[in-house]
T-cell receptor, first 118, second 114 residues
Framework: NAGVMQNPRHLVRRRGQEARLRCSPM?????VYWYRQLPEEGLKFMVY????????ESGMPKERFSAEFPKEGPSILRIQQVVRGDSAAYFC????????????????FGAGSRLTVL | AQSVTQPDIHITVSEGASLELRCNYS??????LFWYVQSPGQGLQLLLK??????LVQGIKGFEAEFKRSQSSFNLRKPSVHWSDAAEYFC????????????FGTGTRLQVTL
């Protein structure tokens, strides 16, 4: 049973280019979360999605960032016109359901995608 | 809104010594509390979690943590550290009745000397 799969693991982009990060949740998980980890900082929540729906995007920068989780295929975090400040590790996590009140809905994290903007 | 403070940015211990990593949280109700470990270049692995009940929780790799409501703390402990425990440790808090969205502390980097 594969865990949360993220690719690419490492991505290098020049300023102004686009970055696309992909996340396939664990089998049976329909809830996906994206977090960003800036150097020397903890993880910061960005967005929470279910299939075809963005549930909570309160942590997403207002411009250049978007996320989707289509009916088929992985979740994608898209960063347009990247800048050096976007250099970070982007982690995806998934859970089988919503709400920590059920002990089963603990997040499982992927290994992350490390974006470097030159 | 909830928040997490990990006051120690970096800790060094000798192999075989005991370990305690501090975590303080701020949340208006009983929180859900987690410790995750991140090895270099890797993702986060769940060490243990507290949801309710016994305030001393056991995790993987010999780790345990104790929830102390009066101190708003959830410190991580291990009686004897191994060199392979060198990693970054994150404490996180989740809220009741919402999605499984977690708020993380800034992490404590553990170095183990031989």
């Amino acid at each position: 049973n594969a865990g949360v799969m993220q690719n690419p693991r490492h991505l290098v982009r020049r300023r102004g280019q686009e970055a696309r990060l992909r996340c396939s949740p664990m089998k049976g998980h329909s809830h996906v979360y994206w977090y960003r980890q800036l150097p020397e900082e903890g993880l910061k929540f960005m967005v929470y999605l279910q299939k075809e729906n963005i549930i909570d995007e309160s942590g997403m920068p207002k411009e250049r960032f978007s996320a989707e989780f289509p009916k088929e295929g992985p979740s994608i975090l898209r960063i347009q016109q990247v800048v050096r400040g976007d250099s970070a590790a982007y982690f995806c996590a998934s859970s089988p359901g919503q709400g920590l009140d059920s002990g089963a809905n603990v997040l499982t994290f992927g290994a992350g995608s490390r974006l470097t903007v030159l | 809104a909830q928040s997490v403070t990990q006051p120690d940015i970096h800790i060094t211990v000798s192999e075989g010594a005991s370990l305690e990593l501090r975590c303080n949280y701020s949340y208006g109700a009983t929180p859900y509390l987690f410790w995750y470990v991140q090895s270099p270049g890797q993702g986060l692995q769940l060490l243990l979690k507290y949801f309710s009940g016994d305030t001393l929780v056991q995790g993987i790799k010999g780790f345990e943590a104790e929830f102390k409501r009066s101190q708003s703390s959830f410190n991580l402990r291990k009686p004897s550290v191994h060199w392979s425990d060198a990693a970054e440790y994150f404490c996180a808090v989740g809220a009741t009745g919402t999605a499984s969205k977690l708020t993380f502390g800034t992490g404590t980097r553990l170095q183990v000397t031989l």
